[in-house]
T-cell receptor
């Protein structure tokens, strides 16, 4: 079983819809949770970073962490065609080692 | 892009040949990482470096070696390429090697081993 599970999608939504992405994990030592965005043929770029449980909001993006359920989510409000990308969750414990999900491919239709 | 370049960007090679990928950074980051990305697996760490001549293994290091003789360059070598090493390879950089450190990724190298 993988440490981090992420539904690969693909996910297709109309412009303006809310995009909901999630990951589950098995390692209870994970404390740091990240979402990366990766455009086609590009490297991943950090989108959101959250420590421990709770919510974090940044513009149209909201990251949620529920450590009791080992479940993290990313919500994108008022989605735009420019949000079309692959979204990767990543997490780590008290070291540098990042464990990544497989990524969910999102297409926002104009 | 955190001043990261990777070369070559694309390479096709044959099984059994040696291959070296280069990661070059211009912003003096202490930590450098090599990942591979495969469908269904996400990104997996191959090797990392925490300084000049200081390297260590990651999750999927078998068949790979690395070297870092200068702060700005981190080389990944496949001594004898196999088809299972067909992948997209990403270099990343960071500053502290801790959980709170942001890793910045390069544009990737697409390697095909025939």
């Amino acid at each position: 079983q993988k440490e981090v599970e992420q539904d690969p999608g693909p996910l297709s939504v109309p412009e303006g819809a809310i995009v909901s992405l999630n990951c589950t994990y098995s390692n209870s030592a994970f404390q740091y949770f990240m979402w990366y965005r990766q455009y086609s043929r590009k490297g991943p770029e950090l989108l959101m970073y959250t420590y421990s449980s709770g919510n974090k909001e940044d513009g149209r993006f909201t990251a949620q962490v529920d450590k009791s359920s080992k479940y993290i989510s990313l919500f994108i409000r008022d989605s735009q065609p420019s949000d079309s990308a692959t979204y990767l969750c990543a997490m780590s414990g008290n070291d540098y080692k990042l464990s990544f999900g497989a990524g969910t491919t999102v297409t926002v239709r104009a | 892009d955190a001043g990261i370049t990777q070369s070559p960007r694309h390479k096709v090679t044959e099984t059994g040949t040696p291959v070296t990928l280069r990661c070059h950074q211009t912003e003096n980051h202490r930590y450098m990482y090599w990942y591979r990305q495969d469908p269904g697996h996400g990104l997996r760490l191959i090797h990392y470096s925490y300084g000049v001549k200081d390297t260590d293994k990651g999750e999927v290091s078998d068949g790979y070696s690395v070297s870092r003789s200068k702060t700005e360059d981190f080389l990944l070598t496949l001594e004898s390429a196999t088809s299972s090493q067909t992948s997209v390879y990403f270099c990343a950089v960071g500053d502290s090697g801790t959980s709170t450190d942001t890793q910045y990724f390069g544009p990737g190298t697409r390697l095909t081993v025939l």
